[in-house]
């Protein structure tokens, strides 16, 4: 393993991030030519969506285990290794004769995802002080968030110019580059133990958390009844109990796949319970809002989108700003206001009505997103600066598998509450007209963003248990000699 004097943190934070980008940009690129892929393939919209279901699924699996990969391999090692995974799959979907080769790729790609992004996050903390991970995480929010959000518009210009397989092969060389930027720049941090792999957990954990992503996602994008449907709450009740028998396996085991004695330590589990319901938040609203524009506003999907998009640019470019507020002022001046006015935005959604102009939506979601940077980010970097060295694996795994997990829950849920609000409007209305559905919907949108009060009044109670965090153990980056952070500054200065 390299020294920590000699490690060179500019070097290797730029490898991690070119490759996070390719990588997550990946996750929304493919979203405008589902339509396309339908008619090549000639595919149902329920199978076509396995392109997007499946990837996320694949990765909710991956992510738990990264925790014990991370130990098993060098960091060089890991981010060769799963760029390649990546590529590999790029490669095959690029040159797929048929979908179920498509979709075999889209999958390979998703376990290199799904593996990349935990790397990343442990690697940066291991290699950083606490004093400027704030900023150096805000970059890495900067690259989850902007990537997603030009992937859609990226996806439109490369289908029409190239078609759909460019949006697989024009990605190859990038990853290459990456591949090499990291075999010639990016050394060895953290240890090598090699733990006992124990396999009952692999199970548990894989099948539970693949029951409970699918079955909340298939109530997200069911008809209005799929909430009820038997098959589903059975498959959510089936992934509880293995992910109940996964994590008390995991107190009985001498080295646990995922220890979650993490949640011992304060700041990191009153974080988690805020990056979960922000998340949720966050995805709802992805979600939800595009249907009332598209709805009761009657906006095309395109005119949509652009209301949204400088929101979620804005999230983007304000991630390393929030991190260098958070280095300076702590969590609390930060997460508490921030919650205050996501409280705020939940409380505007619940009053929404089609007569609101285009340009409220803009500013309003603006303002949304811009709470999440003050949140997200700072509530789980604060969380993760409070663990001991050894338990980054295990905290960083634990975080990004919740991710997808509130994400789909968050979905199904506002879905859900919005679809019965709406179906409890029409009730003895035999032939509603438009209006009627339209202020149905309305209605739907406000119990569902009741419920989103609710949820964010919680984060608001744990935002006040919060403090600054103290570290378990110093990092890298406190004994290093090499004082250069992601910008070129000294990191003493800051």
């Known amino acids: 393993m390299i020294e920590k004097q000699s490690v060179n943190r500019k070097m290797i934070t730029i490898s991690l991030l070119i490759g996070a980008f390719f990588a997550i940009l990946n996750e929304t690129l493919l979203n405008i030519a589902l339509v396309e892929l339908m008619d090549v393939f000639n595919i149902s919209a329920p199978t076509v969506q396995w392109m997007a279901t499946g990837f996320m699924l694949v990765m909710g699996v991956v992510m738990p285990l990264s925790a014990l990969i991370i130990q098993w391999f060098t960091t060089r090692q890991l981010f060769i290794g799963v760029l390649s995974i990546f590529t590999v799959g790029t490669l095959i979907a690029g040159l797929s004769v048929n979908f179920p080769m498509l979709l075999t790729g889209r999958m390979i790609q998703a376990v290199g995802t799904g593996l990349l992004i935990p790397v990343v996050m442990n690697t940066m903390l291991l290699i950083y002080e606490p004093s400027v991970r704030g900023r150096v995480m805000g970059f890495f929010g900067m690259v989850i968030m902007f990537a997603p959000a030009l992937g859609p518009t990226l996806s439109g210009v490369i289908v029409d110019l190239f078609g759909w397989r460019y949006l697989f092969l024009l990605v190859v060389p990038f990853t290459l580059f990456a591949i090499y930027f990291g ?270 009060m609710a949820l964010v009044f919680i984060a608001l109670l744990c935002s006040l248990r919060l403090t600054r965090a103290t570290v378990g153990q110093s990092g890298i980056g406190k004994t290093s000699t090499d004082t250069t952070s992601i910008n070129g500054t000294n990191d003493a200065s800051s």
Do not use: C
Not at 261 to 280: A, E
Not at 359 to 383: E, H, K, R
């Open 183 to 452: 075999y010639r720049f990016l050394e060895n941090v953290g240890e090598v133990t090699k733990p006992k792999i124990d396999w009952l957990s692999v199970a548990l954990s894989s099948f539970g958390i693949f029951l409970i992503i699918f079955s909340f996602s298939s109530i997200g994008n069911q008809q209005e009844d799929a909430s009820f449907n038997p098959l589903f709450i059975a498959y959510i009740i089936a992934g509880l109990v293995m992910l109940t028998l996964f994590v008390i396996r995991q107190f009985k085991l001498d080295v646990p796949i995922l220890d979650f004695s993490v949640f011992k330590y304060k700041n990191y589990k009153y974080g988690t319970i805020i990056f979960i319901i922000v998340v949720m938040a966050m995805m709802a609203s992805e979600i939800v809002m595009p249907m009332y524009l598209q709805g009761p506003m009657e906006f095309s999907a395109k005119i949509a989108g652009i209301i949204l998009l400088p929101g979620a640019l804005l999230n983007g470019l304000m991630s390393p700003v929030m991190g260098g507020i958070f280095d300076k002022l702590g969590p609390r001046k930060m997460i508490i206001p921030g919650t205050i006015v996501l409280l705020l935005v939940m409380f505007f959604y619940s009053t929404i009505h089609p007569g609101i102009s285009m340009w409220v939506f803009i500013l309003v979601y603006m303002v949304l997103m811009l709470a999440i940077s003050a949140t997200l980010m700072p509530a789980n970097t604060n969380g993760m600066n409070e663990l001991p060295e050894s338990m980054y694996p295990h905290g960083t795994a634990i975080i990004n598998t919740m991710q997808p997990i509130a994400g789909a829950l968050g979905v199904s849920i506002f879905v859900t509450i919005m679809t019965k609000g709406k179906e409890r409007a029409l009730e003895g209305i035999t032939s509603p007209t438009t209006e009627q559905v339209h202020m149905a919907m309305t209605e739907g949108i406000h119990y569902s963003y009741y419920f989103g």
